[in-house]
């Protein structure tokens, strides 16, 4: 590592497209300078203020960055490739087509910054804070979040993978057509927040509280909720064929036009909630509560009822068609289908044997 450039050599060997590599830069390297298209390398920056700059094609590989400012600095298209940049303050950053590759981010904060078409892959960001941010098009990969705050963030077309989410503290945040893949949220609360339109297919999802949350049109088919709270959700289209749903409390909550086929609902509590058109094909339901329900044209053919709980529950042609009802309460049967005739009828046809 050799010493320190001034700004005046630093300035000329960016001009030049040269490396700067293996030096030492301090804030009075950095005065004046020009630093779009700037490539440092195994560089140490000294306490270095970087705030209200534009930082447009600047590589930084393999980097000491500890506690660095980028306050209202633009980052477009900028990378960062095996840095440290513990407890780096990015408040009011713009980050743009940027990537964060293997770096240490831990502690580092992260307010009111807008992040677009941007990747942090396999980095550490345990312990930051994330405040009012604005998360476009973001994908994370396999990057741990322990103890990280996230808090009135809006998030779209976001991609997370493989995350361990169990220790993060969310809060507040509106999630837009985003995707988890493989992640874990187990215990977590999500309460009075929004994930809308998004995708929580196969993830471990156990003992969440999703209550007051909103849900609109998302899928959690392949998940496992068990015991989640569903307390209040407005989940009208949502997707849960073939999640284990058992002994969750969604009491009062509204999943209209819903679908649970193949879904295990054993022990589930929708006691008082709004299931309208909704579909619970095939679905396992041994000793589910729908008591008070709204089932106005709900679908539960060929599911498994036994011991249901479905008194002062509302039907309007509810379908139970080859349902399995033993043992199941009900305060009265007006509304209900036990057959569907031409379904019935279409079944009958199919079961005939082949003509010789």
């Not at 203020?49 to 500890?66: A, G, H, P, V």
């Not at 309460?329 to 199919?350: K, N, P, V």
Request: hydrophobic content about 35%; charged content about 20%; glycine content about 4%.
């Amino acid at each position: 590592m050799t010493a320190t450039l001034s700004a005046l050599r630093l300035q000329r060997k960016i001009r030049q497209g040269d490396i700067i590599e293996s030096v030492v830069l301090n804030q009075d390297s950095l005065n004046g300078v020009t630093l779009a298209g700037a490539i440092f390398i195994n560089v140490i920056f000294d306490r270095c203020d970087f705030s209200q700059r534009r930082l447009d094609d600047c590589l930084f590989e393999r980097c000491r960055l500890d506690a660095a400012v980028f306050r209202q600095s633009e980052l477009i298209r900028c990378r960062f490739l095996y840095c440290a940049l513990p407890r780096a303050d990015f408040t009011g950053c713009e980050i743009q087509h940027s990537l964060f590759n293997h770096c240490a981010l831990a502690g580092a904060r992260l307010h009111g910054t807008a992040i677009t078409d941007s990747q942090m892959m396999q980095c550490v960001l345990d312990q930051t804070q994330w405040h009012q941010a604005v998360m476009h098009k973001l994908t994370l990969l396999e990057t741990p979040l322990n103890q990280a705050v996230l808090q009135s963030c809006r998030v779209t077309g976001s991609t997370l993978y493989e995350l361990d989410l169990r220790a993060a503290r969310m809060r507040d945040n509106h999630i837009e057509c985003s995707v988890f893949f493989n992640c874990d949220h187990r215990h977590n609360n999500y309460r009075n927040q929004a994930f809308v339109r998004c995708q929580f297919n196969d993830n471990q999802l156990d003992d969440v509280d999703f209550s007051q949350t909103t849900l609109t049109q998302s899928s959690f088919s392949g998940a496992s909720m068990q015991r989640a709270r569903l307390t209040g959700a407005q989940g009208d289209n949502t997707l849960f064929n073939d999640s284990d749903l058992r002994q969750i409390q969604g009491q009062h909550s509204q999943f209209s036009q819903a679908q649970f086929i193949r879904a295990d609902l054993r022990q589930a509590d929708f006691s008082g909630s709004r299931l309208i058109q909704s579909l619970f094909h095939y679905g396992r339901l041994n000793h589910s509560n729908f008591s008070a329900c709204n089932l106005t044209y709900a679908d539960f053919s060929w599911a498994d009822l036994s011991a249901g709980d479905l008194r002062q529950a509302s039907f309007m042609r509810t379908l139970l068609h080859r349902a399995n009802q033993t043992d199941a309460r009900f305060s009265h049967r007006r509304g209900i289908l036990d057959q569907d005739d031409e379904l019935y009828a279409a079944e009958r046809w199919s079961e005939r044997p082949p003509p010789i």
